[in-house]
């Protein structure tokens, strides 16, 4: 006799160590629904399931709980996407502490080099050729980190890289731009 394969109404037997006999270890895997994995109904469920044949057993502190795949599979889903939502925000506050440090680190190359940046600023260097240090660094990491997301071939390295570099450069173009007048008069106020 041949058991079918599928069923509308599956109930999912979740077991712990504590609650488990040789012959359930036995017989964790089960081709079909042909196993013990299942209740035909309601009426059968609550024959086997009752307080007095658990506490036969030493189950009843167990406390086991059926319920039916759709409701299970619901749950793992709602869990799935909190923690895509918990990894999605630990990577935005990753994304924000690195921009962060980039700009720190071209605060304090300005700061070493004040002098020296405002001289070439005045004899018209552009800004590409005044921070060719931090910009190539910049771009090092980022090919670097590109280089490595392709060798573990990760789907989500290769899209997000990208952009946080873009992100990396337009912050520092844009601190670069804003403070490039500013530098060059204090200065020559400061003499």
């Given amino acids: 006799m041949k058991e079918p394969y599928q069923i509308r109404n599956p ?4 077991v712990v160590p504590k609650n488990m006999t040789y012959v359930e ?4 895997f ?5 196993g ?5 109904d309601q009426k059968t469920r609550e024959r086997y399931t009752n307080k007095a044949l658990l506490a036969r057993f030493n189950l009843s502190d167990n406390k086991p709980n059926f319920v039916s795949v759709s409701s299970y599979i619901d749950r793992l889903q709602k869990s799935l996407w ?4 918990m990894f999605g925000a630990a990577l935005a506050i990753l994304v924000v502490l690195l921009l962060l440090l980039v700009l720190i680190l071209v605060m304090i190359y300005k700061q070493l080099n004040r002098e020296k940046i405002a001289v070439k600023k005045f004899l018209g260097f552009s800004p590409r050729q005044l921070y060719a240090l931090p910009l190539g660094v910049i771009f090092l990491t980022g090919a670097g980190q590109l280089f490595a997301a392709g060798l573990l071939r990760s789907k989500v390295g290769l899209f997000v890289l990208p952009l946080i570099c873009l992100l990396q450069l337009s ?3 844009l601190y670069v731009i804003k ?4 530098d060059v008069v204090e200065l020559f106020k400061g003499e």
């Fill in 11 to 14: 109930v999912i037997y979740l």
């Fill in 25 to 28: 270890i036995g017989g964790i």
């Fill in 30 to 34: 089960a081709s079909g629904m042909n």
């Fill in 36 to 40: 013990y994995l299942k209740f035909a």
């Fill in 82 to 85: 909190q923690t895509v939502i």
């Fill in 171 to 173: 912050l520092f173009y």
């Fill in 179 to 182: 403070d490039s007048f500013n």
